[in-house]
């Protein structure tokens, strides 16, 4: 595939619907057929990736995608060991592999700034396709990747891996079943060691990095190491923090539990970077509070953890008219004695999330997936939201009292959590000014906001030609 030819692919919606013309349809597979999957971002995730496929009869990892070559020879052999010496394409560029009508499937664990737009190429050129989470780095182009999985009829599983549990189903049924209380809130909580990254100086690329490729959709900017490989997630143009990176996991169970939740009428949100002058952007230490007119969804996240005898917590919680649940288990109110929750019944596809994909790949069952483009879209886009809220405040010193969810107890508790936290690293809270976000309302409907600022975040300008067409 020659560079002019790369830089054209899909350029604009006129492009994209060109596309469609050469639409390639759904491969019919029989019983022995082999599935062939291309794993695009190979270092860290990918790996995990990589290790599920090759551990299935009948699929083959045909193709490893990932702007940085350096990682091709020992990614590439320990794949040929697994599957009988056939050793992966290797390339740097994911429209290359598109092309290829040998590849039926992407399976993608980049960064979240190429996830929506790799999923949209993929359906356009007539391949399915698993996004890690989340499935976007902003609400609109998760939009548009639900809108291309719809058109081309292809199969978009989201890697929220709890949706292929047959516990957490359970407990989720437990919930909306009403035997133990109406519930009143849904809290998830984020709380891994998340501590500073330092400074890392622009610089040059190491050779074997297409830094520009890397960049993709986000802005032009200086190459510095602490963006290749991880630490892309505590930066806005690439990453969501760890609200869109671990939280996405449990931002989806605590939406699961609300019974017909999409999303919410408003959101709310505080926090901050604190502790360390570091180089990253995204908060450290948050709170945000999702209102739906079933429930409130809440969730805590916060990094400054894993020290000072303060726990990680990584969890969901379910508060209820007559208790909580958590664990598995359900608390009364009252004090009585906790019990185990009874079973209700339902059933997840099976095969875990990777083998549950290739499945509805063989089958052409989308509604078989455990975890859809559609959920995966609106699980995401709540982390975008509380981001959004976020970023659209200022800082100051914060009363609750002020606030329209002050008499909520599992509010309050939450913000007390977040001081309690800062207390614990030795914070001194006279000196502490939270980011209070803008209590925003929201359409579900139309998935905008009432404040035209909070609009502005809710997609990107992006970078020629990597751009996601209002039009897939």
Same mark, same amino acid.
């Given at each position: 595939?020659?560079?002019?030819?790369?830089?054209?692919?899909?350029?604009?919606?006129?492009?994209?619907?060109?596309?469609?013309?050469?639409?390639?349809?759904?491969?019919?597979?029989?019983?022995?057929?082999?599935?062939?999957? %291309?794993?695009?971002?190979?270092?860290?995730?990918?790996?995990?990736?990589?290790?599920?496929?090759?551990?299935?009869?009948?699929?083959?990892?045909?193709?490893?995608?990932?702007?940085?070559?350096?990682?091709?020879?020992?990614?590439?052999?320990?794949?040929?060991?697994? !599957?009988?010496? +056939?050793?992966?394409?290797?390339? !740097?560029?994911?429209?290359?592999?598109?092309?290829?009508?040998?590849?039926?499937?992407?399976?993608?664990?980049?960064?979240?700034?190429?996830?929506? @737009?790799?999923?949209?190429?993929?359906?356009?050129?007539?391949?399915?396709?698993?996004?890690?989470?989340?499935?976007?780095?902003?609400?609109?182009?998760?939009?548009?990747?639900?809108?291309?999985?719809?058109?081309?009829?292809?199969?978009? !599983?989201? %890697?929220?891996?709890?949706?292929?549990?047959?516990? +957490?189903?359970?407990?989720?049924?437990?919930?909306?079943?009403?035997?133990?209380?109406?519930?009143?809130?849904?809290?998830?909580?984020?709380?891994?060691?998340?501590?500073?990254? %330092?400074?890392?100086?622009?610089? &040059?690329?190491?050779?074997?990095?297409?830094?520009?490729?890397?960049?993709?959709?986000?802005?032009? !900017?200086?190459?510095?190491?602490?963006?290749?490989?991880?630490?892309?997630?505590?930066?806005?143009?690439?990453?969501?923090?760890?609200?869109?990176?671990?939280?996405?996991?449990?931002?989806?169970?605590?939406?699961?539990?609300?019974?017909?939740?999409?999303?919410?009428?408003?959101?709310?949100?505080?926090?901050?970077?604190?502790?360390?002058?570091?180089?990253?952007?995204?908060?450290?230490?948050?709170?945000?509070?999702?209102?739906?007119?079933?429930?409130?969804?809440?969730?805590?996240?916060?990094?400054?953890?894993?020290?000072?005898?303060?726990?990680?917590?990584?969890?969901?919680?379910?508060? &209820?008219?007559?208790?909580?649940?958590?664990?598995?288990?359900?608390?009364?109110?009252?004090?009585?004695?906790?019990?185990?929750?009874?079973?209700?019944?339902?059933?997840?596809?099976?095969?875990?999330?990777?083998?549950?994909?290739?499945?509805?790949? +063989?089958?052409?069952?989308?509604?078989?997936?455990?975890?859809?483009?559609?959920?995966?879209?609106?699980?995401?886009?709540?982390?975008?939201?509380?981001?959004?809220?976020?970023?659209?405040?200022?800082?100051?010193?914060?009363?609750?009292?002020?606030?329209?969810?002050?008499?909520?107890?599992?509010?309050?508790?939450?913000?007390?959590?977040?001081?309690?936290?800062?207390?614990?690293?030795? @914070?001194?809270?006279?000196?502490?000014?939270?980011?209070?976000?803008?209590?925003?309302?929201?359409?579900?409907?139309?998935?905008?906001?009432?404040?035209?600022?909070?609009?502005?975040?809710?997609?990107?300008?992006?970078?020629?030609?990597? @751009?996601?067409?209002?039009?897939?």
């Amino acid at each position: 595939m020659n560079h002019q030819t790369r830089r054209s692919f899909l350029k604009t919606s006129a492009a994209a619907s060109a596309l469609a013309v050469n639409f390639v349809p759904s491969r019919v597979f029989g019983a022995n057929d082999r599935v062939r999957i %291309g794993v695009a971002g190979i270092n860290g995730r990918g790996q995990s990736h990589m290790g599920a496929y090759l551990g299935m009869k009948n699929v083959e990892v045909s193709h490893l995608i990932d702007p940085d070559s350096r990682l091709f020879n020992s990614r590439g052999k320990r794949v040929a060991d697994r !599957q009988g010496g +056939r050793m992966p394409k290797c390339v !740097q560029d994911v429209r290359e592999a598109l092309e290829d009508k040998n590849l039926d499937a992407v399976s993608v664990a980049t960064t979240n700034h190429w996830h929506s @737009l790799i999923g949209i190429w993929a359906c356009q050129a007539g391949k399915d396709a698993y996004i890690e989470k989340p499935i976007s780095h902003n609400v609109y182009e998760g939009r548009k990747l639900v809108e291309a999985a719809e058109k081309y009829k292809r199969v978009v !599983q989201h %890697g929220t891996q709890q949706r292929s549990s047959g516990g +957490r189903l359970n407990e989720i049924l437990a919930v909306q079943s009403g035997k133990y209380g109406k519930l009143l809130v849904s809290k998830g909580y984020c709380c891994k060691p998340r501590w500073s990254i %330092g400074h890392k100086k622009p610089g &040059t690329p190491p050779n074997g990095l297409d830094f520009d490729l890397w960049l993709g959709p986000a802005p032009e !900017q200086p190459y510095h190491g602490n963006l290749v490989h991880y630490n892309w997630h505590w930066f806005w143009d690439t990453g969501n923090g760890d609200t869109g990176n671990q939280g996405v996991h449990e931002m989806d169970v605590a939406r699961w539990a609300i019974k017909g939740a999409t999303l919410p009428k408003s959101v709310w949100s505080i926090g901050g970077r604190f502790g360390y002058e570091d180089q990253g952007e995204t908060a450290n230490t948050q709170l945000a509070v999702y209102e739906y007119d079933e429930a409130i969804l809440l969730f805590e996240t916060r990094g400054l953890v894993g020290r000072h005898n303060i726990p990680r917590v990584v969890k969901n919680e379910y508060y &209820t008219t007559e208790g909580k649940i958590t664990g598995g288990r359900f608390y009364p109110k009252n004090g009585g004695k906790a019990v185990g929750l009874d079973n209700f019944g339902g059933e997840v596809q099976p095969g875990g999330p990777f083998g549950n994909f290739v499945d509805c790949v +063989r089958s052409r069952k989308r509604d078989h997936l455990n975890a859809d483009v559609l959920e995966g879209h609106y699980s995401s886009a709540l982390c975008h939201l509380g981001n959004i809220s976020y970023r659209t405040g200022k800082p100051e010193a914060f009363d609750l009292k002020s606030k329209k969810f002050h008499n909520n107890p599992q509010v309050g508790e939450g913000v007390e959590a977040l001081n309690d936290n800062l207390r614990g690293i030795g @914070l001194d809270l006279k000196d502490v000014k939270y980011q209070v976000g803008k209590s925003l309302e929201f359409d579900p409907e139309t998935e905008r906001f009432r404040d035209e600022g909070a609009n502005a975040l809710l997609g990107r300008n992006y970078r020629e030609p990597f @751009l996601v067409p209002e039009k897939v």
